[in-house]
């Protein structure tokens, strides 16, 4: 059974940085791809950041210049690096990842992280 656990999370002022965190445990066959994406109230979960096991990055126009992301696929992490924050940043961040698991190594599904809360006072 694959999990990941998400941390780094927390109340930050506008302008200041948070580092966000997320580990795969259990075992697993090849991850795809790792990522970020939050859900502020009201709205619809929206992508932050991608990165795949090649290491090709993908992020939202709204973050970009500001986000950073990282990791290693083959070992389960990855990271997001967030500074030059700002309120409309608010919301939970979950991680994300594309698995292919030993028991069904030819079809990679998805799985989330419970959620971390993420706050930008002005």
């Known amino acids: 059974q694959v999990q990941l656990v998400e941390s780094g999370g927390g109340l930050v002022q506008a302008g200041g940085s948070l580092r966000l965190s997320c580990a795969a445990s259990?075992?697993?066959?090849?991850?795809?791809?790792m990522g970020w994406y939050r859900q502020a109230p009201g709205k619809q979960r929206e992508l932050v950041a991608t990165?795949?096991?090649?290491?090709?990055?993908n992020f939202a126009d709204s973050v970009k210049g500001r986000f950073t992301i990282s990791g290693d696929n083959a070992k389960g992490t990855v990271y997001l690096q967030m500074n030059s924050l700002k309120p409309e940043d608010t919301a939970v961040y979950y991680c994300?990842?594309?698995?292919?698991?030993?028991?069904?190594?030819?079809?990679?599904?998805?799985?989330w992280g419970q959620g971390t809360q993420v706050t930008v006072s002005s």
């Open positions: 994300n990842a594309v698995i292919r698991t030993m028991s069904n190594p030819f079809k990679p599904s998805d799985y």
């Open positions: 259990g075992s697993f066959f090849r991850i795809n791809a």
């Open positions: 990165i795949t096991s090649s290491g090709s990055t």
